[in-house]
C-alpha cells in the first residue's frame, strides 16, 4: 500500500525505504519482498539478533545486502537497540551494497565514531549519513564533522544530509521546509542564528511527543496521538496494549503546541485531509 501511495502521489521519483528485521532467513525474505514492490533500500534493524557477536551480525548483514542496498541502523537501548562498536562500523561500511547509516544512538560519543568509522572505511562517497537523533535533529544537519587522519596531517569534514526519524512522522510539511532551509545554505556559510535557535525548539517538542521525561516509553503513542488530533487516525493504539501515552505526556504535547504554533503543520493537515481519506475509499480516520 505505501509504495502504490506513493507511486500515486508523488510528482517527481522518490526513494522508498522498507525496514527489514529478524533473523537472517527472515530478514533475506523481506529484502527480496521489498524489491518485487519497487523499494530502492531496506533499513536494517537488528534488534532481533541482540546478544550475537559482532562477526555474527556482520554475516547476517552481509546476507541482506546481497539482495538489496542497505542502510545501517544505530538504536538506543531505550528502544530495542544495542550499541556497537567503531570496528563494527567501520567494517559494515565496508560492504560494497551498504548505501547509508541511520545514526540513532542518541549520544554524541557514538554519532561521532560512526561518523569516523565511515571516514576511516574509505566509504564517504558511497555510504550517505542521515540522522536518527531525534533529540538533535537540526544541529546534527547542520553542523560539519571534522575527521583527522591518525597522523593528524590530513582532515575530511563531512556532513549529515538528511534524517529518518520517528519525530518526523508528525508536522512533516514544517519538517520538509525545515531540510529543505539546511539543504539552501551554500557549505561553510554563516548559520543564520534563528535556524540555529530552531535545535532547542525542535527538541523541546520532540521531549513531548517522544516522551523524553519517561525514557521515551511512549514515543509511539505520542507521535500517534498528534496524527490522531489532526484527524489522521481514530486512536492511538498499539499492537502492544500497554504501549500508551505516559502519565504527563498529553499535558507536554498540549503545552508545545501552545508555545511553538509554527511548528505544527495542522493548517495543512486540514485543508487536504477530506482528499486524502476520500482518495484512500476511506469514509472515516485510519485506524493505527
Known amino acids: 500500500m505505501a509504495a502504490d501511495t506513493v507511486q500515486d502521489w508523488a510528482e517527481d521519483t522518490r526513494l522508498l525505504i522498507a525496514g527489514v528485521t529478524g533473523q537472517t532467513a527472515q530478514a533475506v525474505q523481506e529484502a527480496q519482498l521489498a524489491r518485487s514492490l519497487g523499494y530502492h533500500f531496506v533499513l536494517l534493524n537488528l534488534a532481533r539478533l541482540k546478544g550475537a557477536s559482532e562477526d555474527e551480525l556482520l554475516t547476517h548483514c552481509r546476507a541482506v ?50 561518523v ?52 518526523w512522522s508528525v508536522w512533516t510539511k514544517t519538517a520538509v521546509e525545515l531540510l529543505d532551509r539546511i539543504h539552501a ?18 527538541t523541546d517538542c520532540n521531549l513531548a511527543i517522544y516522551d523524553a521525561l519517561n525514557d521515551l516509553r511512549g514515543c509511539i503513542p505520542g507521535c500517534l496521538e498528534v496524527m490522531r488530533r489532526q484527524g489522521l487516525l481514530a486512536g492511538t493504539w498499539c499492537l502492544d496494549p500497554n504501549e500508551v501515552l ?17 511548528m505544527n503543520d495542522d493548517a495543512f493537515v486540514r485543508a487536504n485531509l477530506d482528499r486524502w481519506l476520500s482518495d484512500a475509499g476511506k469514509t472515516r480516520p485510519l485506524v493505527a
Open 116 to 167: 569516523r568509522a565511515v571516514q576511516d572505511a574509505g566509504a564517504t562517497d558511497r555510504v550517505t549519513l542521515y540522522t536518527g537523533n531525534d533529540d538533535h535533529i537540526v544541529l546534527d544537519l547542520l553542523q560539519p564533522f571534522t575527521v583527522r587522519s591518525e597522523d593528524g596531517k590530513s582532515e575530511t569534514r563531512l556532513r549529515i544530509r538528511g534524517g529518518l526519524l520517528g519525530h
Open 185 to 202: 545554505l551554500p557549505d561553510g556559510a554563516d548559520m543564520p542564528e534563528d535556524l540555529l535557535a530552531l535545535d532547542s525548539i525542535v
Open 65 to 114: 545486502a546481497a539482495e538489496m542496498p542497505v542502510i545501517g541502523f544505530s538504536l538506543l537501548p531505550e528502544v530495542g537497540g544495542f550499541h556497537l562498536s567503531y570496528d563494527f562500523w567501520r567494517r559494515f561500511a565496508e560492504i560494497e551494497n551498504v548505501a547509508g547509516i541511520k545514526m540513532a544512538p542518541f549520544d554524541r560519543y557514538r554519532t561521532l565514531e560512526i
Open 246 to 262: 505516559s502519565p504527563g505526556q498529553e499535558a507536554q504535547i498540549d503545552r508545545v503546541y501552545r508555545q511553538y504554533p509554527e
